[in-house]
């Protein structure tokens, strides 16, 4: 996962519709957005529901995006963004190279129990959340081989072929999200995430 630069921008926005709503409540709207989003999928909802729940005119509604479609992609980038910040927080606060990579995956396991099957059902059947998606899966598995490669560097992990290690995460990372692998372990995605940092750092570790 990997973060895209904040804009700075904090101009009200303005639509054709000629709404204009302030910043503050801009980013409250997108964030309840967001979490009725990833929670139930983005399919079956509609704009005239969102507008209900999220107790605003649709007006004010499309002041955040002209269309659902819009909407929903900015959703899918913020959850990666957010998610991919509070990754690297956690990451650059552990001092030992050796359990980076464990703080790492259990981040995004963190991750992806924010967000349903249903939300991750649509986002790969709906081309421009699944090009976000691909290009997030292929950040994770850069950021996992760069993790090695310090790892190695610091001789705290073998030297080994990190990019096949990195795409192999990557596709485990994929059989948890869509569900594949906890249905034939019975694991949990963050049990999961754990059970996988567990053997890349036996399988890693220089001892």
């Known amino acids: 996962m990997t973060a895209a630069p904040e804009s700075r921008d904090r101009r009200p926005r303005r639509t054709a519709r000629r709404r204009v709503v302030d910043t503050g409540r801009r980013e409250e709207l997108l964030r309840r957005a967001e979490r009725i989003i990833l929670a139930e999928g983005f399919t079956s909802v509609t704009m005239d529901e969102l507008a209900q729940r999220l107790e605003c005119s649709k007006a004010t509604l499309y002041s955040l995006a002209v269309t659902k479609e819009q909407l929903v992609v900015a959703a899918t980038r913020a959850f990666f963004k957010e998610s991919a910040a509070e990754i690297e ?5 552990e001092p030992d190279p050796r359990r980076r990579i464990q703080v790492y995956l259990a981040g995004v396991g963190a ?3 924010r967000h349903s099957h249903a939300f991750y059902d649509d986002m790969v059947g709906y081309e421009p959340t699944a090009h976000i998606y691909r290009k997030n899966s ?3 598995a850069r ?3 760069e993790l090695i ?3 190695v560097r610091a001789g705290v992990f073998r030297a080994v072929n990190g990019h096949f290690a990195a795409q192999v995460v990557a596709v485990a990372i994929d059989a948890v999200q869509s569900g594949v692998l906890l249905e034939s372990t019975g694991l949990s995605a963050g049990d999961a995430f754990s059970e996988l940092g567990d053997l890349l750092l036996g399988g890693l570790s220089s001892a």
């Open 149 to 151: 490669e310090d790892g």
């Open 89 to 93: 927080r956690s990451v650059e606060a």
């Open 138 to 140: 292929d950040a994770a």
């Open 143 to 145: 950021r996992v081989q």
């Open 111 to 113: 991750a992806m129990r």
